[in-house]
């Protein structure tokens, strides 16, 4: 397993972007699949967007945030970042970034259970 933690969530109006990253503490990250799930009060968790290992970087984003979130990587500072742009109250939630290492079952990728490390979450909150 590897460690994550997350940072760079607060609180935004309707219409505006934040940043989110996420640290890896090991040097192999780049061979995990990393992902974005998020919680919102009284709902289940959901993937955001997920992007595989490698220097592909295939990416795979839940229908409710296409082309609003960018999720990203720097394998060389083992980093994850999720851009979130045109955010809508809707968006708000607890936000955990997730790693794999291996394949993930085609279909999978956004499949909570398909992850075996996960960080401690970071709060994104969008006022109407």
């Known amino acids: 397993q590897v460690q994550l933690m997350e940072s760079g969530g607060g609180s935004v109006q309707a219409g505006g972007a934040l940043n989110l990253s996420c640290v890896a503490s090991k040097n192999d990250a780049s061979t995990y699949w990393m992902a974005w799930f998020r919680q919102a009060p009284g709902k289940e968790l959901e993937g955001v967007a997920t992007?595989?290992?490698?220097?592909?970087?295939?990416?795979v984003y839940a229908d409710s945030v296409k082309g609003r979130f960018t999720i990203s990587r720097d394998n060389d500072d083992n980093t994850l970042y999720l851009q979130m742009t045109t955010l809508k109250p809707d968006d708000t939630a607890v936000y955990f970034c997730?790693?794999?290492?291996?394949?993930?079952?085609?279909?999978?990728?956004?499949?909570?259970?398909?992850?075996?490390?996960w960080g401690q979450g970071t709060q994104v909150t969008v006022s109407s």
């Open positions: 992007i595989n290992t490698g220097s592909t970087a295939t990416t």
């Open positions: 997730a790693a794999r290492r291996g394949a993930i079952l085609s279909g999978s990728h956004l499949v909570a259970s398909m992850y075996n490390s």
